[in-house]
Every structure is written in structure tokens, then in C-alpha cells.
């Protein structure tokens, strides 16, 4: 079992920047994939990013390639998303996920088996 909660988001004008936590416990983190995605509303829920157990490794979705970085670190088991230069449609509820049976990052969603609660980030125009 993993449990995750993320933390970070909020309000803010476009071209700022935020930065998300999220905290892992129960199974050794340093042992699975995280991903970072985000849903708006009326939308699927999408990929925004993940890194590899490691760290040594990551992947981006197209719209935020050089503008989020996702890191982590495995001795505070915590997964970040630093997101800069914000544009109004990356307003979304963002979450964290775990993928424990995973040995590589993966951007398709139904490889991660557990999800944080969500927090919400809104840009304003």
C-alpha cells in the first residue's frame, strides 16, 4: 500500500511560477516510477510528467517540456513538480502517482496504481 499527498498548489497570475509536493508513505519509495498528471474540468485526466525510481531519469508532456521540471527525493520520499511560466491552460487538478509495479516511467495513466488526492492550481489571465 502507498499513500500519497499533494501539497503546493493555488492561485496564480500567468507567466508565475508554483511549485507541488507530494508525500509518499508505506511501500520504500525509492523502489517505483512517480508520474505528475492533471485534470480540467470536462477533460481526461493527462500526463504531465514522470521520473524514474532513480531520479536519473525523466519525460514531459509536449505542453510543459521546458517549463516543469519533476524531481524527487527519495530520502524525504517526496515527489516535486516546479512549474514555471504558467499559461491559464494548465489550470487543473494535479496529482501525484505511485507506479510500484513498475521498473521504468511511464506516461499512460493505467500503469500507476496509486494516486494522491489531487490539488487544485488555477492561472489566472
Known amino acids: 500500500q502507498v499513500q500519497l499527498v499533494e501539497s503546493g498548489g493555488g492561485l496564480v497570475q500567468a507567466g508565475g511560477s508554483l511549485g507541488l509536493s507530494c508525500a509518499a508513505s508505506g511501500r520504500t519509495f525509492r523502489s517505483y516510477p512517480m508520474g505528475w498528471f492533471r485534470q480540467a474540468p470536462g477533460k481526461e485526466r493527462e500526463f504531465v510528467a514522470a521520473?524514474?525510481?532513480?531520479?536519473?531519469?525523466?519525460d514531459y508532456a509536449d505542453s510543459v517540456k521546458g517549463r516543469f521540471t519533476i524531481s524527487r527525493d527519495n530520502a524525504k520520499n517526496t515527489v516535486y513538480l516546479q512549474m514555471n511560466s504558467l499559461k491559464p491552460e494548465d489550470t487543473a487538478v494535479y496529482y501525484c502517482?505511485?507506479?510500484?509495479?513498475?521498473?521504468?516511467?511511464?506516461?499512460?495513466?493505467?500503469?500507476?496504481?496509486?494516486w494522491g488526492q489531487g490539488t487544485q492550481v488555477t492561472v489566472s489571465s
Open positions: 521520473i524514474s525510481w532513480s531520479g536519473g531519469r525523466s
Open positions: 502517482a505511485a507506479d510500484i509495479d513498475g521498473s521504468y516511467y511511464s506516461s499512460r495513466k493505467s500503469e500507476y496504481e496509486y
